[in-house]
């Protein structure tokens, strides 16, 4: 296959995802897919988010005849235990208070799927964050601005939590919930290029 820019479709709603191709220029739709989830009993993290990315691209992939399907999903892990979207601001607390001046785990797995052939590749990433030791009335302050309730991990590198992450080690777009590196190489490994 010659290689070509692709139309890509996000299989995703999520607006960090969205900036992060925005930031590199390429020019997309964005076509939501929802999906239950859920980790199976004793799934590794790495696997739970790749099924993740790949089940969404397969649900989205389902209304295509061209293009290529991108989905991410990523999530927070501390001690081996997945940190996902908080289910309220306690919940946000909790997940705050036990990041606090720790190193964690961030991983998002992708997939790409080909709409014409549905050739698929699927890959992960992960990168380590490391926080600055958190006050409660600093955890207090950043729940309340309501930041951390749609952010797995309860927190936006590229917020308000900005000033919390004292290192990073690996790729920062990663963090932010879409590791763009990974994203260009398996599009080259489907015959496409972004450039």
């Known amino acids: 296959m010659d290689e070509s820019k692709p139309t890509i479709i996000l299989a995703s709603a999520s607006p960090r995802r969205a900036a992060l191709l925005n930031a590199i220029g390429i020019e997309f ?3 939501p897919s929802q999906i239950q989830e859920r980790p199976h009993p004793d799934e590794p993290p790495a696997d739970y988010i790749t099924r993740l990315a790949r089940a969404k691209v397969m649900a989205a992939v389902r209304q295509r005849e061209s ?24 919940d946000a607390h909790r997940m705050l208070r036990a990041l606090s001046g720790r190193w964690h785990a961030v991983l998002t797995g992708v997939a790409l799927v080909d709409a014409a ?22 955890i207090d302050w950043y729940v309340a601005s309501g930041e951390p309730m749609d952010k797995a991990g309860a927190y936006g590198i590229q ?15 990663n963090v932010v919930g879409l590791p763009i590196p990974l994203v260009y190489q398996l599009a080259r490994r489907l015959g496409y290029s972004f450039v």
């Not at 399907?69 to 940190?83: I, M, P």
């Not at 052939?117 to 600093?138: C, G, H, I, M, Q």
């Not at 917020?159 to 777009?173: I, R």
């Open 67 to 90: 293009g290529l399907v991108l989905g991410a999903d990523t999530v927070v892990v501390l001690d081996g235990v997945l940190l996902e979207k908080p289910a309220d601001e306690q």
């Open 29 to 31: 739709e964005v076509v």
């Open 159 to 173: 917020g308000l939590a900005a000033m919390f992450v004292e290192e990073v080690a690996g790729n920062y777009s």
């Open 117 to 138: 052939s549905r050739r698929e590749v699927a890959d992960y990433e992960k990168t380590l964050v490391r926080f600055a030791p958190l006050t409660d009335r600093e």
